[in-house]
């Protein structure tokens, strides 16, 4: 049987202003913490593009991941209107500087995140399937918001994370029913018990993405929740990895 591989799709680098413990300052830190845990790749964002300056953390960011065939980068996005970031040659830039995925976070950053706002460009990212990471932390989106993009843009790739625990399925279930391209991020779903199971069984194991959320939660959590869920190993194989591939395959930048 094929062996697991890791693939985090969870990741950020650069110290918070709370001086978070065990973050790390760098690139260099970041591949020691994996290769400490067993992960192979890693899609990875900056603090700074949250806590700072989108504009600058995107560009520090780009710097950091060129350091390593290992990572690729998760650039955050803000109005296309004010074209601080969303540019003429956007995806163009995207694809020099090894970005394969976005994320946005509205509330922080002072937008609203609707078709008003996004929607030429989220009917591009929906037609290039760029994967759209949302957290449910960090003043991104609430679930009523995630709601209604879904509805506004149903083709768009959709990656949840941080999804809290205590009964979550009820909201995402709905979604992942109706949306055939969203997906669970799995650092927060696997600690409730069963909770990998069950999506599992009633959605197959293509809908969930590994993940660790490192530094807010340790790595090896997520990496032992995996490896001794009750599911196939066929199963653990795609969630590690194998998905998260499949999604980018699909990218057209």
Known sequence: MEKIEFFDANVFIGRPHNGMFGAVNNSEGLLEEMDKQGISRAIVWHIFQYEGSPVEGNRILAEE?????????????????????????????????????LN????????????????????????????????????????????????????LTCVLCDIGIWGVDRYTWPLLEKFENFYLESSQLSLEEGGVEATVKRFGSERIIFGTGFPVRYPKASILQLVHADISQQDKINIASKNLERILKKEKL
Not at 114 to 135: C, K, W, Y
């Open 65 to 101: 991941i060129s350091k390593s065939d290992r990572f690729y980068g998760c650039w955050t996005i803000l109005p296309p209107q004010t074209q601080e970031i969303i540019t003429e040659d956007f995806f163009k830039q995207m694809k020099e500087n090894k970005i394969v995925c």
């Open 104 to 155: 946005v976070f509205p509330d922080w950053h002072r937008f609203v995140m609707d078709a008003v706002t996004f929607g030429d460009f989220f009917q591009q990212i929906s037609e290039r399937n760029i994967p759209l990471f949302l957290t449910m932390g960090r003043s991104c989106i609430s679930w009523d918001s995630l709601y209604r993009l879904m509805r506004d843009f149903p083709r």
